[in-house]
């Protein structure tokens, strides 16, 4: 139970005291000695001391008050036989602490103090017994049922931690992913213009350098924006544009590219982690590739779609990095795979089915 429910029902505790009228009620109705009333009157304080301390501790630490108040009840049984009411209380604390043997084992020592009371000292009240079973009884009732409602919230709000738990934890797992996929796509760039410009310097060509600065200014702040909106989900221009912009990177770098077949229709959520997906296959052929050429080709069959990234770079081995696993991830949440193979440079192969749960 969050710490607000239980704030909550402890400043609602008095609402369940009403049930001291069958306490009170004799006071009112029958001629007590006034010394009587006086003893009454302060053991029912007392007693209301020891119900809010049963509110206000864990479970654990209820046996001292339960204790207090069941002595208090025996205490005036003989005066008043309307401790009953008391009783019941007990009851209700017994239920609500312990397991069910102990509530069992409790209940049956109360109805054994009201037999003892009615037929031992007397309680000025002949139907006492019956009563007092039949309040006690169904007043520990209300104990369990409070115990497992409580049970059961404290319950619902772990589920409801650990989902909480969970997602923070994906989300997290989402944002270094995306991070790590625009700022190496980024970063990639500035490399790349960088060096073009300091060449463009060296032959004295300020024109063109001045273009490829601005070119990396306009990079900048694009990452930046990117960076921004990784929070709360990456946004792009649609797969057609940034395959436009990979093209143009991959230029830049000196490869020749080709972009064949027609790319997919999807939704936003799965376009989002294909251009995150073929855009850390680029940004590792410029970063490691020795090859010339780069072919990204997209095949559509009945029922999944095929995607090709190959560079005719030499590669022998490939190791997955941080990089090519968060590929693979992407895919995967996707309900397809991802495969590579080193004959005849590099081909990373993407595919996934056409229609997943997530698009339904």
Known sequence: MSHSQLTREQKHAWIYLFNLGFYILPMVLFPYPVREIVIMVVAMFVFVGFYYRCYFVPREQMLWPI???YFIAC???PMNPGSIALFSYV???IAFAYSWQVAIAGFSGLVLTLAVFHFGPGTRWDLFLPYGVAIVGTVSVFGRVERLRQRHAEEQQRDAQEIERLATSVERERIARDLHDILGHT???VILKSD???????KQRYDEASVQLAELSDIARESLSQVRQSVSGYRHGGLSLE???LEQRLKDAGFRTFITGKPPIIDEQRETALVL????LVTNIIRHSNGEQCLIHFDESSDIYVINVTDNGNCQTVSAGNGLSGVERRIENLGGSMAISTNKGCRVGLQFPKFTEQSV
């Not at 073009?196 to 060296?202: G, T």
């Open 75 to 77: 205490a005036v049984t």
């Open 243 to 245: 395959l436009r912009r």
């Open 91 to 93: 009851g209700f604390f």
């Open 187 to 189: 970063l990639s760039s």
């Open 277 to 280: 997906a073929i855009t850390e």
């Open 67 to 69: 204790l207090g108040m």
């Open 196 to 202: 073009l410009a300091q060449a463009q310097l060296a």
